[in-house]
């Protein structure tokens, strides 16, 4: 079992930037990729960015490509995302997941979730 926990959601303007944290623990995590998707009010549950606990190529949404940056720390076994130049459609619950998968990963490979963090932008 892998257990993930996110946190550094809030309030922020538009334009403004927040560090969302994902600590894991529970399993070694070097054959994972780890993910962040997010959920807006309404709306199905998107992708947001990916990369392999081991490194290596970034995955991103388009709609986030240049602003957004996920990463991580072996030390403290968790799993960040920089999200810089926020937009009022940024808004959303943003998850941290993980998946026992290193390659050709989609969302159904994604069987540990966490419980989210909100992310709010006003105009």
């Known amino acids: 079992q892998v257990q993930l926990v996110e946190s550094g959601g809030g309030l922020v303007q538009a334009g403004g930037s927040l560090r969302l944290s994902c600590a894991a623990s529970?399993?070694?995590?070097?054959?994972?990729?780890m993910a962040w998707f997010r959920q807006a009010p309404g709306k199905e549950r998107e992708f947001v960015a990916a990369?392999?606990?081991?490194?290596?190529?970034?995955d991103y949404a388009d709609s986030v490509k240049g602003r957004f940056a996920i990463s991580r720390d072996n030390t403290k076994n968790a799993v960040y995302l920089q999200v810089n130049s926020l937009k009022p459609e940024d808004t959303a619950v943003y998850y941290c997941?993980?998946?026992?998968?290193?390659?050709?990963?989609?969302?159904?490979?994604?069987?540990?979730w966490g419980q989210g963090t909100q992310v709010t932008v006003s105009s």
């Open positions: 997941a993980a998946a026992r998968k290193l390659f050709r990963v989609v969302e159904s490979d994604y069987a540990y």
């Open positions: 529970g399993r070694t995590l070097s054959m994972y990729t």
């Open positions: 990369m392999r606990w081991t490194g290596g190529n970034h």
